[in-house]
Structure formats: C-alpha cells, structure tokens
T-cell receptor, first 114, second 110 residues
Framework: EPEVTQTPSHQVTQMGQEVILRCVPI?????FYWYRQILGQKVEFLVS????????KSEIFDDQFSVERPDGSNFTLKIRSTKLEDSAMYFC????????????FGPGTRLTVL | GQNIDQPTEMTATEGAIVQINCTYQ??????LFWYQQHAGEAPTFLSY????GLEEKGRFSSFLSRSKGYSYLLLKELQMKDSASYLC???????????FGAGTTVTVRA
C-alpha cells in the first residue's frame, strides 16, 4: 500500500540553525500538508500546498518557515532559524483531492532544538 | 475557527465496546475524520463522515450528526492493540486543512 515517507526520523539542531525536513508524498496525490505536534499537545496545521504554491498557512507558519517541491517527488519544510519552541514532531500529509480527499500522514520527523 | 472537544481519557476491558464522543463548533464544515495515533507515531486514518449517519468499517464505526455538531467513534471487540489516542478532526468548508481535537487516550485492560 502506498505511503507517505519522511526523512530524517529524528533531527537534533542548535538554536538558530536552519533545518530542512523532507517528505515524499503518495505518488498520485496532488495536495500536500505539513502539521506539527508539540509533545503532549494536539496536532496543528502549518501549511497546505497545491500546484506549486501555498494554498493556506496558519499563524504558526511565519517568515521563518518555507515549503518547496524541488522535484516531482519531494516536498520539503525549511525552518530558517530554529527556536527552542520549534521542538516538535512534524508530520507531512498528502491527499489525492482537497475538498473530499482523506489526508494520509507520514511517520513524522522529531525535531529537537537545543 | 474550529472548537473541537473530546474526552481526555477512557478505559475499557478487552473484548468490550467503547464510544468516544466528539463535539465541534466550526465556521464551516466539510467532513469529520477519526484518526488513531499510537505514542510517538503518525495519525492513521480510521474513518470519515460528511453526511449524517453511521459508517461501519469492521470493528470500528463512526457516526455524525451535523445539526448537533456531534460525532462518535465506536470501537467494538476491543483488543490490547487498540490502546492508543483517537483524534477527531474537522475539515472546514472554505479550506482543506484539518483542525484536530486534543485526542482521547483509550487504555484497554485485560
């Protein structure tokens, strides 16, 4: 069964450093998302992406964040200058269609900012 | 915005039935999803309701009443592996993002 994959599974970085989290969505899916989950808290939406542009972003997704689809398979989330409060599990998700499609989540990247 | 409420914790015995309720108040509605999440893992899709009524999928069923802003997930014939967090999520009508509740931790005891 096709699945969303993410790398790395764990990332430890120093405050102020840039990180890039990578995702490979399910191959025939057109809509891509990033969510995050701070330990012990609920899953929060960050950004959605379709047709090579951002469809929607939350208040969390400020100028320090960016997304890109550098090629036909990868979807990346970049945090330019990490803060302690960026420590969380970051989940990539994809769906075949937006309005009625189910979003399937990847296994996540655990980001720890020291 | 979306306000989604579900109980924090529930405990049940192996083989029993558990019902997890979810109430929501949203600015728009285009579907309600239930996901299962084991600790440290990704949410896994369980069920989806967009029309009123019951959707059954093996041991899991989900019900929706749009007029009441209410859904429940019913887990039957509980197994130890069903111990997990169950997340209720609503999709808005003007956007495609999911807004999640805080999750209900279900503990299945022998």
């Amino acid at each position: 069964e096709p699945e969303v994959t993410q790398t790395p599974s764990h990332q430890v970085t120093q405050m102020g450093q840039e990180v890039i989290l990578r995702c490979v969505p399910i191959s025939n899916h057109l809509y891509f998302y990033w969510y995050r989950q701070i330990l012990g808290q609920k899953v929060e939406f960050l950004v959605s992406f379709y047709n090579n542009e951002i469809s929607e972003k939350s208040e969390i997704f400020d100028d320090q964040f960016s997304v890109e689809r550098p090629d036909g398979s990868n979807f990346t989330l970049k945090i330019r200058s990490t803060k302690l409060e960026d420590s969380a599990m970051y989940f990539c998700a994809s769906s075949e269609i937006a309005a009625a499609g189910t979003q399937y989540f990847g296994p996540g990247t655990r980001l720890t900012v020291l | 915005g979306q306000n989604i409420d579900q109980p924090t914790e529930m405990t049940a015995t192996e083989g029993a039935i558990v019902q997890i309720n979810c109430t929501y108040q949203t600015s728009g509605f285009n579907g309600l999803f239930w996901y299962q999440q084991h600790a440290g893992e990704a949410p896994t899709f369980l069920s989806y309701n967009v029309l009123d009524g019951l959707e059954e999928k093996g041991r899991f069923s989900s019900f929706l009443s749009r007029s009441k802003g209410y859904s429940y997930l019913l887990l039957k014939e509980l197994q130890m592996k069903d111990s997990a967090s169950y997340l209720c999520a609503v999709r808005g009508s003007n956007d495609y993002k999911l807004s999640f509740g805080a999750g209900t931790t279900v503990t299945v005891r022998a």
